[in-house]
């Protein structure tokens, strides 16, 4: 090999170049951040939809809010049309949510089946509760590496920092 | 090149056949679609709105000095940013002159009542909406009660909607709202109940819709109705006993182009 003694000790500062940030990170995994709740989400205890489900499906929840609002002129939630019982037009989504609640179907049924009535709206319903945007939406999504446009239109709330 | 009689025969034929295959196959795949609104919509059940402007009485309010209050509530309520720029600008309801709000009607010689004065203008949500024909994304469509809505989430901006518009109603962002002079907009957003838009989307107004969903009466109807006015009525075209219909019964009542068969729903009583 010609110019050997250049090239190995390159490609050695290479390699170590391209795996320092691996090696800087190595064992100390990001921990996923836990969203926080604020006062008024907490005295509330539910919210439109069983945890597990809000934490998995909000996005298709919101999606499909947004589709109802704005197509359909249709603009209040009522608990009891509850998205798993007869969620009507995705049916892999209503499968994966079964498996994904098992063995917790009784604890997870909406609060009496009587049915609550929500204004469906992402900026003056969702965020009324939830307005700590920071640390309830983002901080979550920045881990996961998401970027929701929804801010681009719909106003956070100002948040005491 | 020459043409002889045998192939200027041919060619003749050719385009003869074409000429009826394509109106045959337009009517089989697409009838009526060809022929400009004949038809008068019919009461179908449910509600129809629709604004009746009594200009007496705005231009009586105009008379004393100059009034924005509904201009002024529409822009509070939906976000709508000033840019200070008048190519930018973004307008659901404003004013303009009788001449260029009825061009179509030609008084070489007109009432000084109305000659040059300010008549408000607002989109008319027409009852067959050219800009819903030519949207490709479908994102502007008309209700079944008749709003020509608009889901900015779907505008692809392409402005297809603003071109097909016969009375200019639909503004384009040029520029990002929340990018607006701080100086001209200090408390923006205005209402943090109601969205603001993203750049490259087109807006308008939209009756209101949000509110009416709440049992209120759209921004401006209110705001005049505030300023003891009275100016603006909305209400349910196809209710014949409506405050509207009233109005519409008792005054003579004029509509901005008419003529083009779009089917205006704003109606100026003058």
Not at chain 2, 145 to 153: E, K, L, N, Q, Y
Request: with cysteine; proline share 7%.
């Amino acid at each position: 090999m010609y110019d050997g003694g250049k090239i190995i000790p390159g490609l050695i500062i290479g390699l170590c170049l391209f795996l320092s940030p691996f090696l800087y990170n190595a064992g100390k995994a990001a921990k996923a951040p836990e969203p926080e709740l604020t006062a008024k989400a907490k005295k509330a205890k539910q919210c439109v939809a069983p945890t597990p489900y809000m934490k998995a499906w909000h996005m298709q929840l919101l999606d499909t809010w947004r589709h109802e609002v704005v197509r359909d002129g249709n603009r209040y939630y009522n608990t009891n049309e509850n998205l798993w019982w007869d969620y009507k037009f995705d049916y892999k989504l209503l499968e994966d949510w079964r498996r994904f609640v098992s063995g917790t179907m009784e604890e997870n049924q909406p609060p009496g089946r009587a049915g609550k009535i929500y204004y469906k709206s992402l900026q003056t319903t969702c965020l009324d509760c939830h307005a700590n945007k920071s640390k309830f939406c983002d901080q979550c999504h920045n881990y996961m590496g998401v970027t929701p446009y929804c801010w681009d239109c719909h106003i956070e709330p100002k948040e005491n920092k | 090149m020459a043409v002889d009689r045998r192939k200027f025969l041919k060619l003749v034929g050719c385009s003869a056949l074409f000429g009826l295959g394509a109106k045959t196959a337009i009517d089989i795949f697409a009838p009526g679609e060809l022929e400009a609104s004949m038809k008068e919509s019919l009461p179908n059940g449910k509600k129809k709105w629709a604004m009746v402007i009594d200009m007496d009485k705005c231009l009586q309010k105009q008379a004393e000095g100059k009034c924005t209050a509904c201009i002024t509530a529409c822009n509070h309520e939906h976000n709508i940013p000033d840019f200070g720029n008048i190519k930018e600008e973004i307008k659901w309801i404003w004013q303009d002159t009788y001449e260029h709000v009825f061009p179509t009607q030609p008084n070489r010689f007109l009432d000084e009542d109305i000659e040059g004065k300010p008549f408000l203008v607002l989109c008319n949500h027409c009852e067959n909406p050219p800009c819903c024909r030519v949207c490709p994304t479908k994102s502007t469509w008309q209700r079944e009660d008749g709003i020509v809505m608009i889901d900015p989430h779907r505008c692809i901006g392409c402005r297809f909607c603003m071109a097909a518009c016969p009375f200019g109603s639909r503004s384009f962002n040029w520029g990002d709202p929340r990018k607006a002079p701080k100086e001209l907009n200090p408390d923006y957003p205005t209402n943090m109940d109601y969205p603001r838009r993203n750049k490259g989307v087109v807006e308008k107004c939209t009756f209101c819709e949000e509110r009416l969903a709440q049992g209120k009466l759209p921004a401006c109807v209110e705001a005049c109705a505030e300023i003891k006015v009275h100016a603006l009525h909305f209400g349910d075209l196809n209710d014949p006993d409506s405050e509207i219909r009233q109005l519409l019964r008792e005054r003579y009542a004029i509509r901005r182009k008419a003529e083009l068969g779009t089917e205006p729903k704003v109606y100026y009583l003058i």
